[in-house]
């Protein structure tokens, strides 16, 4: 049997709610649902196989190098693994709420262990958000069950309080189902803890989209030098930083000259 073809699931205890499929050589997490939350290809297990998690990387457009980053959700781990293993002077901690997450995100989906620049907690992210602790240079938010966005990780509060945890000069980096029916409301609330600027970004497949919010003004963006940083980290990271920069210019308002990074809404936006 060719391994690489072999499609199988695995439970990880007492129910389906978390288990493991796997197919061409790609591992996927699935939460609660038949929907993948998370995919790693074995053969290239630090790099980002979904398009998602790739864009939402674009924040380094804007934060090219982010010291302190708080994720909320960990899943497969697959965000986490990039930024550990190719961001090397970023310190990362991860807030997990699911402990059997985290465990087959170590057995599994290689996962590193704790050290000096990676933690990883179980919690509710929500609460870890609203404590006192380090600011942030960046607040990266992936907190979807089986069904949908979890209500915790999407109230106005849990905006305003990512907000106030970041540092000067950092960004909420946020996935969204796009087709969502309360999408609009989520990225209103989004906007509203964030009016200095907002930019969404439509992952390569229809369906997700990333939600950028700044803590403060990001001043003008011509489309010449972003496009050259896109080239720049594109080089660095081997992702596709030009593409990135597309999109924003598709579903953002824009000029010929630059995109607009004032305050925003969502009447303003085009369809992804």
């Given at each position: 049997m060719n391994f690489a073809r072999w499609l199988w699931r695995k439970t990880?205890?007492?129910?389906?709610?978390?288990?493991?499929?796997?197919?061409?050589?790609?591992?996927?997490?699935?939460?609660?649902?038949?929907?993948?939350?998370?995919?790693?290809?074995?053969?290239?297990p630090n790099d980002l196989e979904l398009a998602y998690t790739r864009s939402m990387m674009a924040f380094l457009l804007f934060n090219e190098s982010p010291r302190q980053i708080l994720m909320i959700g960990l899943g497969g781990g697959s965000l986490a693994?990039?930024?550990?293993?190719?961001?090397?002077?970023?310190?990362?901690?991860?807030?997990?709420?699911?402990?059997?997450?985290?465990?087959?995100?170590?057995?599994?989906?290689?996962v590193p262990p704790d050290d000096e620049r990676f933690t990883v907690r179980?919690?509710?992210?929500?609460?870890?958000?609203?404590?006192?602790?380090?600011?942030?240079?960046a607040i990266v938010v992936d907190g979807y069950d089986g069904a949908s966005q979890v209500a915790e990780l999407s109230t106005p509060l849990f905006y305003q309080a990512c907000r106030a945890r970041l540092a000067a000069g950092g960004m909420?980096?946020?996935?969204?189902?796009?087709?969502?029916?309360?999408?609009?409301?989520f990225l209103r609330r989004?906007?509203?803890?964030?009016?200095?600027?907002?930019?969404c970004l439509p992952?390569?497949?229809?369906?997700?989209?990333?939600?950028?919010?700044?803590?403060?003004?990001?001043?003008s963006a011509q489309w010449e030098?972003?496009?050259?940083?896109?080239?720049?980290?594109?080089?660095?990271?081997?992702?596709?930083?030009?593409?990135?920069?597309?999109g924003l210019?598709?579903?953002?308002?824009?000029?010929k000259e630059c995109l607009f990074m004032g305050p925003a809404t969502v009447e303003g936006r085009e369809n992804a």
């Open positions: 990880t205890g007492g129910d389906d709610e978390v288990y493991i499929t796997e197919r061409f050589g790609v591992r996927s997490l699935h939460i609660g649902s038949d929907t993948i939350q998370s995919s790693m290809r074995l053969l290239r693994k990039f930024i550990y293993h190719r961001m090397p002077e970023a310190r990362l901690e991860v807030i997990e709420v699911n402990p059997r997450v985290l465990a087959i995100a170590r057995s599994s989906f290689f179980l919690g509710d992210g929500a609460d870890w958000v609203a404590r006192p602790g380090p600011a942030a240079d909420l980096v946020v996935n969204l189902w796009g087709n969502d029916r309360r999408f609009d409301e989004i906007e509203s803890a964030f009016p200095a600027a907002t930019l992952a390569e497949k229809p369906g997700n989209v990333i939600v950028f919010g700044f803590r403060d003004s990001p001043g030098p972003l496009s050259q940083k896109a080239g720049d980290l594109e080089t660095r990271y081997g992702l596709e930083f030009g593409r990135f920069v597309r210019n598709r579903m953002n308002r824009s000029s």
